[in-house]
């Protein structure tokens, strides 16, 4: 159950309406969407003390107030993902270590965990289960009660090292796909927690009903007008995507599942034999989705419907909404051109997962080629979450070796913040813990 209520006016045809309410979704709002054929803007109501003209999500996140704005353009700490991860670092390095942190978050706050439709029910302390978006909500509350601050709707784009030894500023320039200019930020530390990023469609047509009728995460939110008239389509064999079919045939529509392989191949047995015994859903296994187009014109028995997609260049079905969900990569060019250490999983991927600890010696451990001897001061001052460069850390499931767990990416974010203490406790010219103000008098006692 969503704690708040905002209501969109919208204005005829703008493509913004079904971003801006996704985006209310993900932090835990119930949305009522009208249309008003006369209307000149789109009007939000609910968020803030005002009714918000055409906003964009930098204006939404701003007068939500779930963290507290940047003040700054210099922190001990930045934290790069406010997913479970960040957050959790984010607490951890206020609440204890009193480092003035600013997080960057590119989407909505709480991360990947708040698109989960399920009920988080292996979350430590919650016997009952909690709603992901409400766990999200909760821990961004309790670091913004710790101070940190944010800049929302930007992205982390460079990250510029200082190879200072006596200051250790380094520089990070976070771009806005709203058309705000570039914020850079001079930071002691930094936590890459940037998760995993959903993977797209890579069919032509697809990219045109992007947030139109084809989406990369569904949220309980999006069965909420689901009826008996809709035909959804979902796309993928993992967990999520059978959980997902099973929510909206849950409203009476009819779902086809089309997956590349089988429905049992990826799917853990409890959804899919739920999913199997579904008489509202159709699976149609060793299929992909090949081609997106408008419908001409929805028939009687579908009135809903939307979009058409043609599926292995043969079949084509009529549908309201298809969920592409397909599994999550990361995407993080930036830290690859920062020089921070990658574990690939083949040798020409563009990117890969971040290495911590003794992993940063990954490949020469692994060709018998590593010498202890050579790496004596590196292994010295090693750091579980620690990368290969100093002051830089990563937790979550950017990580290589994360379980991808909401539990554990907030684990790894508290044992980062520890990370860090033990850095600068190493490296007092840096930020000095034991006499500054980075350290809460009862840290010190
Ligand atoms: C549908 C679904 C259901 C799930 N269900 C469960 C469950 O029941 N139980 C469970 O334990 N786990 C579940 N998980 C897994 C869990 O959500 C993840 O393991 C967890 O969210 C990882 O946390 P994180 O902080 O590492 O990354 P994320 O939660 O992915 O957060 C990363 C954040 O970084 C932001 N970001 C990325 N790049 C940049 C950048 N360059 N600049 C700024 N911001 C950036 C992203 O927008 C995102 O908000 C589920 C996942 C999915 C997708």
Redesign the pocket.
């Known amino acids: 159950m969503a704690k708040f209520k905002a209501t969109i006016t919208a204005k005829a045809k703008d493509k913004t309406v079904e971003q801006i309410k996704r985006y209310l979704q993900l932090n835990d709002y119930e949305v009522k969407v009208t249309v008003d054929p006369n209307a000149t803007d789109t009007v939000v109501t609910g968020v803030g003390p005002a009714p918000l003209k055409n906003p964009t999500l930098a204006k939404l996140a701003e007068q939500m107030g779930v963290l507290l704005p940047k003040t700054s353009s210099t922190y001990d700490l930045v934290v790069?993902?406010?997913?479970?991860?960040?957050?959790?670092a984010a607490i951890n390095a206020r609440s204890l270590y009193g480092l003035t942190t600013l997080i960057?978050?590119?989407?909505?706050?709480?991360?990947?965990?708040?698109?989960?439709?399920?009920?988080?029910?292996?979350?430590f302390g919650f016997d009952d289960g909690i709603d992901?978006a409400l766990l999200?909500h909760k821990a961004v509350i309790q670091a913004k009660k710790f101070g940190a601050e944010w800049l929302p709707s930007?992205?982390?784009?460079t990250l510029k090292l200082s190879d200072d030894p006596t200051t250790t500023k380094h520089k990070i320039t976070?771009t806005s796909a709203e058309g705000s200019p570039d914020v850079t930020v001079s930071t002691s530390l930094i936590l890459i927690?940037?998760?995993?990023?959903?993977r797209k469609l890579t069919q032509p047509t697809a990219a045109a009903f992007e947030d139109q009728g084809l989406y990369y995460?569904?949220l309980p939110g999006d069965a909420a007008g689901v009826t008996a008239k809709d035909t959804i389509m979902v796309i993928g064999g993992g967990?999520?995507a059978g959980?997902?079919a099973l929510m909206f045939s849950g409203k009476g529509a009819k779902v086809v599942m089309l997956i590349k392989d089988t429905l049992t191949k990826d799917m853990l047995d409890e959804v899919s034999t739920l999913v199997k015994a579904d008489k509202n859903i159709t699976v149609v296994e060793k299929t992909e989705a090949t081609k997106f187009e408008a419908i001409k014109a929805p028939s009687p028995d579908n009135p809903n419907a939307k979009l058409t997609v043609t599926a292995n260049n043969k079949a084509s079905y009529n549908v309201t909404a298809v969920y592409a969900?397909i599994g999550?990569d990361p995407?993080?060019k930036?830290v690859v051109d920062a020089g921070v250490t990658i574990i690939r999983k083949k040798p020409d991927d563009p990117v890969g997962l971040v290495a911590t600890g003794l992993d940063i010696f990954y490949d020469a451990i692994k060709n018998g080629t590593f010498d202890s001897k050579k790496h004596a001061d590196e292994l010295k001052n090693l750091t579980d979450m620690g990368t290969n460069k100093p002051g830089v850390f990563a937790?979550?499931?950017?990580?290589f070796r994360?379980?991808?767990?909401?539990?554990?990416?907030?684990g790894?974010?508290t044992e980062a913040a520890l990370s860090m203490h033990n850095y600068l406790k190493a490296h007092p010219h840096v930020l000095d813990v034991e006499a500054g103000r980075a350290a809460p008098a009862y840290y010190l006692a």
């Open positions: 790069v993902g406010g997913g479970p991860a960040g957050l959790a960057i978050e590119q989407y909505a706050p709480g991360g990947t965990a708040a698109t989960a439709i399920n009920e988080i029910d292996n979350y992901a999200c930007y992205s982390a784009a976070a927690a940037t998760g995993l990023v959903p995460y569904a967990d999520s959980r997902a969900l999550a995407q993080d930036w937790a979550g499931d950017i990580r994360a379980e991808r767990r909401i539990a554990t990416a907030a790894e974010g």
